[in-house]
């Protein structure tokens, strides 16, 4: 362990000379990065050195216990501190993932269930709009295609924090909602009142701080235009403003037709583009570094059922975690904290056991 805080503390160090460099600054995302790095780095040193502290404070005591026999009695509460401090540095030093600092895009798509679908998909968009608002971070609907009674077939949203803070990043919360969810509830379609089950996906990518992190070669994309629809496929727009970028290589393709600008439905075509390929490398790279996954909690099939929402009931199930409450018409207002807590702490106890095999 010291072994490794030791190259921990250098690394902070050098992260500390880089961050007090003016033309680092001048690269935003470079200098959230480092500032990213930093804070997780700053956290674990300052742990050890108050370890380090109580273990000299508990060495002194003893000494000076054999002159003043009164001193003996703050040993136990000293060892307690040590304890403590030495289970903090501990959590600390599991290893996370790097990308928890990050913002997101998400896509929300509609799944089984037609128009049903599409219109829980609006509602989970509701959801993580208002989960995202109490804490403190902004959404940006990035794309949306609407279903013919107000739903969504398909929306994309980017969620950012203004904080470079691992704790408080986008990813670290939001990377355990990839996955199907399950609605069963009566359907506003529904005329004779019977409980329909439903299903919506939800993707989840870290976002790209730099462009420079993904290489994209600009001959490897078809660019197509086109006039945007609205529901039902009738035209919204008369100009070609309306986007579709295909990326040869990997196959992804993405289509952006929200802004009334070309330019700007392109620019958002390539955030989007960056950040599909930066998690297809992620995992491509971890397939082959180790049989372990990053998360034990978030990786998985994509096309996974991950959570229940059962509206008779009022309740919500989490099938990863065994996570259940009847407090559902909060949960879709944006109390969602104790359904990742319940993913965070699986996931905290996996790496824990991890570092014991």
């Known amino acids: 362990m010291l072994e490794s805080i030791d190259q921990l503390a250098t690394e902070h160090g050098q992260l500390q000379q880089q961050l007090a460099d003016p033309a680092v600054h001048q690269n935003p995302g470079l200098a959230k990065k480092l500032n990213r790095r930093y804070l997780e780095l700053d956290r674990i040193v300052k742990a050890h050195h108050h370890l380090t502290s109580l273990n000299d404070d508990?060495?002194?005591?003893?000494?000076?216990?054999?002159?003043?026999?009164?001193?003996?009695?703050?040993?136990?509460?000293?060892?307690?501190?040590?304890?403590?401090?030495q289970v903090t540095l501990r959590n600390l030093l599991i290893p996370r993932d790097p990308d928890d600092g990050r913002d997101v895009i998400m896509e929300i798509k509609g799944g089984e269930g037609g128009e049903e679908s599409a219109l829980f998909a609006a509602d989970l968009l509701r959801m993580y709009i208002?989960?995202?608002?109490?804490?403190?971070?902004?959404?940006?609907?990035?794309?949306?295609?609407?279903?013919?009674?107000?739903?969504?077939?398909?929306?994309?949203?980017?969620?950012?924090?203004?904080?470079?803070?691992?704790?408080q990043g986008v990813w670290a919360r939001m990377k355990y909602e990839g996955g199907v969810h399950r609605v069963q509830r009566v359907p506003a379609t529904e005329s004779q009142g019977r409980i329909h089950t439903s299903t919506t996906g939800v993707l989840v990518f870290p976002e790209v701080d730099e462009p420079e992190e993904v290489e994209i070669n600009q001959n490897d994309l078809k660019i197509d235009v086109y006039r945007s629809s609205g529901p039902g496929g009738q035209s919204v727009n008369t100009t070609d403003s309306a986007v579709r970028i295909t990326h040869m290589p990997s196959g992804i393709v993405v289509s952006m037709q929200n802004e009334k600008s070309q330019l700007q439905n392109r620019e958002a075509a390539m955030r989007v583009l960056r950040a599909r390929l930066l998690a297809k490398q992620q995992e491509e790279q971890e397939a082959e570094a180790s049989e372990k996954r990053k998360s034990q909690i978030r990786g998985m099939d994509r096309s996974e059922r991950i959570r229940t929402y059962n509206f008779p009931e009022n309740r919500i199930a989490d099938h990863r975690t065994g996570f259940k409450a009847y407090n559902l018409d909060q949960v879709m207002n944006g109390a969602l904290d104790p359904v990742i807590d319940s993913c965070v702490q699986a996931d905290e106890e996996a790496r824990l056991q991890e570092l014991g095999d």
């Open 130 to 167: 208002h989960y995202a608002e109490s804490r403190g971070w902004k959404t940006e609907v990035l794309d949306s295609t609407e279903s013919d009674l107000g739903g969504y077939k398909n929306v994309q949203v980017a969620i950012k924090s203004s904080s470079a803070d691992p704790d």
């Open 58 to 85: 508990l060495e002194a005591t003893k000494e000076l216990a054999g002159e003043d026999a009164s001193l003996a009695d703050e040993i136990p509460a000293l060892e307690a501190s040590i304890d403590e401090a």
